[in-house]
């Protein structure tokens, strides 16, 4: 089981960014998969969620309406959109695979630096 992160880099206030999360050894629709951030010095945060069950999408307030997660069952990936990014959206992007996206994750894959210029 393993996932793999790509995408990330560095953008200015306001700009967008693409992360992608590619799964190998397990199919991702069978579970839910996460995208969780963590900046330096600073607590990890879960930025969004998609169920396997319907495709239930979940995002907290800082994010909302900014970042959309989507999933290609045929290519066996997960993104997620980033738009009008903020310098306070700086952090490593991790995405995690789960049976739900009210349980903690069980696998995680190695992370990709966001990093948000003002």
């Known amino acids: 089981v393993q996932l793999v992160e790509s995408g990330g880099g560095l953008a200015p206030a306001g700009g967008s960014l693409t992360l992608s999360c590619a799964a190998s050894?397990?199919?991702?629709?069978?579970?839910?998969i996460g995208w969780v951030r963590q900046a330096p010095g600073k607590e990890r945060e879960g930025v969004s969620c998609i169920s396997s069950r319907d495709g239930s999408t979940y995002y907290p307030t800082s994010v909302k309406g900014r970042f959309t997660i989507s999933r290609d069952n045929r290519k066996n990936t997960v993104y997620l959109q980033m738009n009008s990014l903020k310098p306070e959206d700086t952090a490593v992007y991790y995405c995690?695979?789960?049976?739900?996206?009210?349980?903690?994750?069980?696998?995680w894959g190695q992370g990709t630096q966001v990093t948000v210029s003002s």
């Open positions: 050894g397990f199919t991702l629709d069978n579970y839910a």
């Open positions: 995690a695979a789960g049976r739900s996206c009210a349980l903690p994750f069980g696998s």
